[in-house]
C-alpha cells in the first residue's frame, strides 16, 4: 500500500513549507510523487481559474489536494476522497476595523466571542475564524463566493477537529494547523468523515 492510498482511509496530510519561489503545482507535484512512490513524470497537478486544483497518478485520478500560500511560507493538504481546503495566513493589523469586518462575514457566535476579547487576542481570533472560512470555502469549491456569515467555524469540538454546518444542511470538519508558532496560523477542512491530520514542516522548499 503506497502512502496515497493509505491517505484515502481518511486522513489529511499537510505540508507546511518556506515559500522559495517555486510553482504551488511543481511543488505539489514533487511531493505526491515521492510519498507515492510514481515516477514524477507521471504526476500531474491541474490547476484551473475558479475550481479546485486536481492531480492524476500514472494517468488515473490522484487525491484530494489543496494549496495555499502567505508571506513566507505556502502549505499543500493532500487528502483521500473527500473534498477539502486548506489556508494560511499571517496575523497582522487591517486596514479596516475587525469588527466591521466581521459584522459582514461571521457567524453571530463568532461576532460575539470577538467582542469579548482584548485587541491583540481579537486579531489572532480573527483570522482564525478566517482561516477556517476559506478552508471550508475552497473545500466546497466557491471560495469565498458564499454566505460566509451563515457558517459557524467554532462549530462543536470533537478533540482537534470541530464539525460544523455548511450551508444546504451539510455538515463538515476544520482544525486549526497545530504550527506551535505566534507568526501565522492556517487551517484545513474536509466534506468527509472526521479525519486524521497529519502536519509536516519543512525547513526549505522542495
Do not use: Y
Not at 54 to 80: E, N
Amino acid at each position: 500500500m503506497t502512502a496515497v492510498d493509505a491517505l484515502a482511509r481518511n486522513a489529511i496530510r499537510v505540508f507546511a513549507l518556506h515559500r522559495a519561489g517555486t510553482e504551488p503545482q511543481v511543488r505539489a507535484a514533487a511531493i505526491l510523487a515521492e510519498i507515492s512512490g510514481a515516477p514524477a513524470e507521471t504526476v500531474r497537478v491541474i490547476r484551473r481559474p475558479n475550481h479546485a486544483p486536481t492531480c492524476r497518478i500514472g494517468g488515473k485520478p490522484g487525491p484530494s489536494i489543496s494549496f495555499a500560500g502567505c508571506p513566507g511560507w505556502s502549505v499543500l493538504a493532500i487528502g483521500g476522497a473527500a473534498a477539502i481546503g486548506v489556508d494560511i495566513e499571517r496575523p497582522r493589523p487591517l486596514s479596516v476595523r475587525l469588527h466591521d469586518l466581521a459584522s459582514q462575514a461571521f457567524h453571530p457566535r463568532e461576532r460575539a466571542t470577538l467582542a469579548r476579547l482584548v485587541p491583540t487576542s481579537a486579531e489572532r481570533f480573527f483570522f482564525r475564524c478566517w482561516t477556517r472560512k476559506e478552508a471550508i470555502g475552497k473545500a466546497l469549491g466557491v471560495g469565498l463566493m458564499t454566505d460566509l456569515g451563515a457558517i459557524d467555524t467554532l462549530g462543536d469540538n470533537d478533540g482537534s477537529w470541530s464539525r460544523v454546518i455548511l450551508p444546504g444542511g451539510r455538515h463538515g470538519w476544520v482544525a486549526e494547523l497545530p504550527f506551535g508558532r505566534d507568526d501565522v496560523i492556517g487551517a484545513v477542512a474536509s466534506l468527509g468523515d472526521r479525519p486524521e491530520l497529519v502536519l509536516s514542516v519543512e525547513a526549505s522548499d522542495r
